[in-house]
């Protein structure tokens, strides 16, 4: 995948997402295989003036290590990697997905260990640096789009380099209307689900921390949440992928959690007391992802789409759930999907995917194109 393409988009990433400034220290976490984006971004760096520093990840040795954990270990760790963003500005992380499935067989008690000690290290770099997220197209992620290497490499970019900044004004009345609502209702196949978000701010992401973007995101009044959500697309987490996740709330809390494996579903959700708790509600927008793929990267975005997340709320928009998970869950709402409503406040505001409000409609397909 060498083309002009990589270092357009190795100049969005620098220049719009994190808005890199002269004198900066800039941290590229990435897999081997994204060496040729790796590669733009290091000289995009510099020619801004900032300097770039690289760390190399491998999926494979990380799953050799997880194997293994200690928390004597990961608090060493911890300390390292804590020290490492104190020591720069920016980050830019490219994920080089392989196999998916690669941490599949490390014990839920070792993750567990993991997401508690390096909680507040990934907390430390998401509020107080400017970073960014992308995939990069490879062999694995093509194949779970169900696309040839070749075509997946130039969805991938055009979904990557959409016009942002339209998107970006677009957004702006959602956000505004998000922070007049107080009550929320979701309404769909399996789903009838209430909660409130007054007084919780609504953030616009339009291609700044994660790349492709496409979401205006808030979170639900933590003991809010009453109601059942049933998911539509792939729910991957931790290398294992869930279908048909259903889940039941009273009070905010996941008292019914049911999939096609249940028992690790609920073990997942039994991490900590936060993670039968709700921390982002999101409504997706992005024109060009319309079709689920199993990577959540993506699969947030998708257009006439919705998620919900158990786990760690966003400092952003924090209603002060806090957990060592955040996973996000996607029920996309389009007609072909079994369609659905959103209201806010009883008022009808997004039908079957499209927005039926005036001032909304900038966010539906055709007026992103």
Aim: with cysteine; glycine share 8%.
């Amino acid at each position: 995948m060498r083309d002009s393409r990589i270092s357009t988009l190795a100049s969005l990433l620098t220049h719009h997402s994190i808005k890199v400034k002269e004198g900066e220290r800039v941290l590229i976490k990435a897999h081997l295989i994204a060496r040729p984006l790796v590669l733009e971004l290091i000289d995009e760096i510099y020619k801004a003036g900032a300097y770039p520093y690289v760390d190399i990840l491998d999926d494979e040795i990380s799953k050799h290590i997880a194997m293994g954990y200690e928390k004597t270990q990961l608090e060493t760790s911890a300390a390292w990697e804590m020290q490492k963003y104190k020591d720069v500005d920016c980050v830019i992380a490219v994920i080089g997905e392989e196999n998916d499935a690669e941490l599949a067989e490390v014990p839920s008690e070792k993750h567990r260990i993991r997401g508690e000690v390096m909680r507040p290290v990934q907390q430390f770099y998401i509020n107080n640096r400017r970073w960014t997220l992308l995939n990069y197209p490879t062999k694995a992620l093509a194949q779970k789009a169900g696309m040839s290497t070749s075509r997946f490499e130039d969805y991938l970019l055009d979904v990557c380099t959409i016009d942002y900044s339209k998107m970006y004004e677009a957004m702006k009345p959602l956000k505004e209307l998000m922070e007049r609502t107080d009550r929320v209702r979701l309404v769909g196949k399996g789903t009838d689900l209430s909660f409130s978000i007054k007084g919780i701010e609504a953030i616009m992401c339009a291609g700044e921390a994660n790349v492709p973007d496409g979401e205006v995101f808030t979170a639900p009044i933590k003991d809010s949440v009453n109601g059942t959500i049933t998911f539509n697309t792939p729910c991957p987490y931790r290398g294992t992928t869930f279908t048909d996740v259903s889940l039941t709330f009273e009070n905010g809390k996941i008292v019914k959690a049911e999939a096609d494996k249940t028992e690790k579903l609920n073990d997942i959700l039994d991490t900590d007391e936060g993670s039968r708790y709700i921390g982002e509600f999101a409504i997706g927008v992005h024109p060009l992802i319309q079709e689920p793929m199993g990577d959540i990267l993506f699969d947030e975005k998708i257009g006439g789409s919705l998620h919900f997340t158990p786990g760690e709320a966003y400092e952003e928009a924090d209603n002060g759930n806090r957990s060592a998970i955040h996973w996000d869950m996607v029920l996309i709402q389009r007609p072909e999907y079994g369609g659905g409503e959103i209201y806010f406040d009883d008022v009808l505001i997004r039908k079957d995917g499209e927005f039926v409000l005036e001032e909304l409609k900038g966010l539906n397909r055709e007026n992103l194109l």
